[in-house]
């Protein structure tokens, strides 16, 4: 049972980073791709970035070019966004999603990380 | 300002067939056959409905089906049901080797 459990919600303040967590358990970590989507309350989705973890290979929406990293630990099944210089704009709802390889959509997902960021 | 364009809401009676527009261009849908849809209530994390354009994963209802028409995707819904009410998200791989979002469909069972 392939499952996506990410970190608990933060509150940072403006100017400062946050680094969320997605343990992923069942399936074969290396197999997939992650990617990172955001919802602002009351919003649609966003994607932000993905990673290969198998090549370490990342890739980002323009939008947050700069300011997003995305990063993974083989060893212990991991995936990480880590995004700085946060302004209220960043408050939303982060989720962890996998992707299928050699296809574009996401199976499972995590249960999501509210990250507040007060103005 | 989302990458593909859905209607803000559809609505429909219990029983009745409704179908989510999603457009985009010939750099994302039109140019792809990875388009996906997903179902999202309140407070919950997005779940997977259609993939690759038409593709039903196991365990997701044969009420709910996908298409492709130029740089427009569509997904329907037959026998709409109160349980159907919630937000609908289409999604696309673009040629810039990223993934787009519509803006978000909400459903309304009447």
């Known amino acids: 049972q392939v499952q996506l459990v990410q970190s608990g919600a933060e509150v940072k303040q403006p100017g400062s980073s946050v680094k969320v967590s997605c343990k992923v358990s069942g399936g074969t970590f290396s197999s997939y791709t992650f990617s990172w989507v955001r919802q602002a309350p009351g919003q649609g989705l966003e994607w932000m970035a993905r990673?290969?973890?198998?090549?370490?290979?990342?890739k980002y929406a323009q939008k947050f070019r700069g300011r997003v990293t995305v990063t993974a630990d083989k060893s212990t099944t991991t995936a990480y966004l880590e995004l700085s210089s946060l302004t209220s704009e960043d408050t939303a709802v982060y989720y962890c999603?996998?992707?299928?390889?050699?296809?574009?959509?996401?199976?499972?997902w995590g249960q999501g990380t509210l990250v507040t960021v007060p103005s | 300002q989302s990458a593909l364009t859905q209607p803000a809401s559809v609505s429909g009676s219990p029983g009745q067939s409704i179908t989510i527009s999603c457009t985009g261009t010939s750099s994302d849908i039109g140019g792809y056959d990875y388009v996906s849809w997903y179902q999202q209530y309140p407070g919950k994390a997005p779940k997977l409905m259609i993939s690759e354009v038409s593709n039903r994963p196991s365990g997701v209802s044969n009420r709910f089906s996908g298409s492709k028409s130029g740089n427009t995707a569509s997904l329907t819904i037959s026998g709409l049901q109160a349980e159907d009410e919630a937000d609908y998200y289409c999604?696309?791989?673009?040629?810039?080797?990223?993934?787009?979002f519509g803006g978000g469909t909400k459903v309304t069972v009447l």
């Open positions: 999603a996998r992707k299928v390889s050699g296809s574009y959509y996401f199976d499972y």
């Open positions: 990673i290969i973890p198998i090549l370490d290979m990342s």
């Open positions: 999604c696309s791989y673009t040629s810039s080797g990223t993934v787009g």
